[in-house]
């Protein structure tokens, strides 16, 4: 028995406990993968952190908003990883906990796939939180040219602005005052905020400002078809869900918590049956 979780607060629609145990099957393992609430549990983050290392969890995810508060927690071996700053997969081994970043890993080989070996050109991305941290290295690392980062929090897009500047990428790095300022001019679009979830409605990026862009990512995937991707699926430029980072960043954490390569291929076949068996 392998022994996961996720721990997080909106996360009662999330298909990772699926996705791990139909991975686990797939590679002959018996997974647990447990969704762990701090409010739902009487607890705050770091008793339910502790829960986890002290009660045989061999690894956990961290979703929103948690991914920034456990980065002091865990040894970081990876410097890409501790310039990000921020953590969604952790193990529990001797010496650790240990912190990796399966959205850094997830969110390259989404867009890779998406633009089909095309440049990301000029982004603009809203939300510098724990996956837009993510987010923008992954930018950077697949080439743009330059990336113009909004957040309603100036000193968390500076921030992360600098980390960026401070990693040696030739990428050109600005903080936007506004989101119309970031976006005007770009090549794509990336929402990193939690706009458009379950429970949060709305949108980061208006649709008055999509119409000649090239492409547009939501990290959001739950919904699949959020507000963001419906206005941009409308106005002609290609989306690229939020799904495609789960189901990737999934993949990757499954390799990291079990040291199994899972058949990514029949991993999506049996996701999408079990997901259309629950619609029906």
Not at 58 to 70: L, Q
Not at 232 to 257: C, H, K, M, W
């Amino acid at each position: 028995m392998v022994r996961l979780g996720l721990i997080g607060d909106n996360i009662k629609r999330s298909k990772s406990p699926l996705l791990h145990r139909l991975a686990g099957g797939l590679c002959g393992l018996e997974v647990a993968y447990e969704p762990l609430i701090p409010a739902d549990m009487g607890m705050d983050f770091e008793t339910v952190f502790a829960f986890c290392q002290n009660e045989g969890f061999a690894g956990i995810n961290i979703t929103y908003p948690y991914k920034e508060t456990v980065f002091s927690r865990l040894v970081i071996e990876d410097p890409r990883v501790r310039a990000i700053g921020a953590c969604n997969t952790v193990l529990f081994r001797e010496g650790g906990p240990f912190g990796l970043n399966t959205d850094y890993t997830g969110f390259m080989t989404a867009i890779r796939m998406a633009l089909g070996g095309h440049k990301p050109g000029v982004v603009a991305m809203a939300g510098a939180g724990g996956v837009g941290k993510a987010a923008a290295f992954g930018i950077a690392e697949l080439g743009a040219s330059e990336l113009r980062i909004f957040d309603m929090d100036s000193g968390k897009a500076n921030a992360l602005a600098d980390a960026l500047r401070a990693s040696g990428t030739a990428m050109k790095v600005t903080v936007a005052a506004s989101i119309d300022e970031a976006v005007e001019g770009t090549d794509g679009l990336v929402n990193c905020t939690p706009l458009g979830m379950d429970g949060i409605p709305g949108t980061a990026i208006p649709r008055r400002l999509i119409p000649g862009r090239r492409w547009a990512f939501d990290a959001v995937y739950t919904p699949v078809d959020t507000q963001f991707l419906m206005d941009a699926r409308a106005e002609g430029v290609t989306p690229i869900s939020g799904y495609e980072l789960f189901f990737n960043q999934g993949v990757d954490a499954f390799r990291a918590f079990t040291g199994r390569e899972v058949d990514a291929v029949a991993l999506r076949a049996a996701l999408q049956a079990e997901e259309a068996k629950a619609a029906a």
